[in-house]
Structure formats: structure tokens, C-alpha cells
Nanobody, 126 residues
Framework: QVQLVESGGGLVQAGDSLRLSCAVSGRTSSPYEMGWFRQAPGKEREFVAY????????YYADSVKGRFTISRDNAKNTVYLQMNSLRPEDTAVYTC???????????????????WGQGTQVTVSS
């Protein structure tokens, strides 16, 4: 079992930055892959970013590419999502997700992840 707890959300203005954290606990000795997803009111959950277990491979949604960065600190068992140049359309509940080693396939599909955090709200005002 793996437990995930997000933090770092808040209310910011367009153009500001935020860094979300996802603390990972439980069976952290096993390799796992991480994803960040978001869901805005009235919309489906959408993929934001992916980090392979090695940390060497990352993928991003086109809408955040160049603005968001996913990373991990293994010593702290924490995964981060650095969000720069935030836009009002980035407003959503952001949730981190984890799964065992899969080899970076189907990383955009929420149903391919086994563990989920509770989510943290990000609101970007114009």
C-alpha cells in the first residue's frame, strides 16, 4: 500500500507560481511511477504530468508544457509539481497518483494508477 498526501495549493493571481507537494508513504521501497492530474468543476479529470520511477523520464500535457515541472526528492519521499506562469484555466483540484513500475505506458489514463491522494485546490484569478 502507498499513501499520498498533497499540499501547497492556494489562491494566486495569473502569472504567479505555486509548488505542489505529494508526500509518499507506505511501500516506498518498491519502484513506483507518479502522475499529477487535475479536475475543474464540471470537467473530467485530466492528465497533467508524469514521472517515471527512475526520475529520468517525464511527460506533460500540452497545456502545461514549458510551464510546469514534475520532480521528486527520494530522500524525502516527495514528488513536486512546480507550476509557473499560472493561468485562470489552470484552476482545478490537483491530485497526485502512484502506480507500480509499468514502463511508462498509458500514463495519461487515471484508471492505470492504483493510489490517489485527496487533492489540493489551486485557484488562479485573472
Amino acid at each position: 500500500q502507498v499513501q499520498l498526501v498533497e499540499s501547497g495549493g492556494g489562491l494566486v493571481q495569473a502569472g504567479d507560481s505555486l509548488r505542489l507537494s505529494c508526500a509518499v508513504s507506505g511501500r516506498t521501497s518498491s519502484p513506483y511511477e507518479m502522475g499529477w492530474f487535475r479536475q475543474a468543476p464540471g470537467k473530467e479529470r485530466e492528465f497533467v504530468a508524469y514521472l517515471a520511477w527512475s526520475g529520468a523520464t517525464t511527460y506533460y500535457a500540452d497545456s502545461v508544457k514549458g510551464r510546469f515541472t514534475i520532480s521528486r526528492d527520494n530522500a524525502k519521499n516527495t514528488v513536486y509539481l512546480q507550476m509557473n506562469s499560472l493561468r485562470p484555466e489552470d484552476t482545478a483540484v490537483y491530485t497526485c497518483a502512484a502506480r507500480g513500475y509499468t514502463g511508462s505506458i498509458y500514463y495519461t489514463r487515471p484508471q492505470r494508477y492504483d493510489y490517489w491522494g485527496q487533492g489540493t485546490q489551486v485557484t488562479v484569478s485573472s
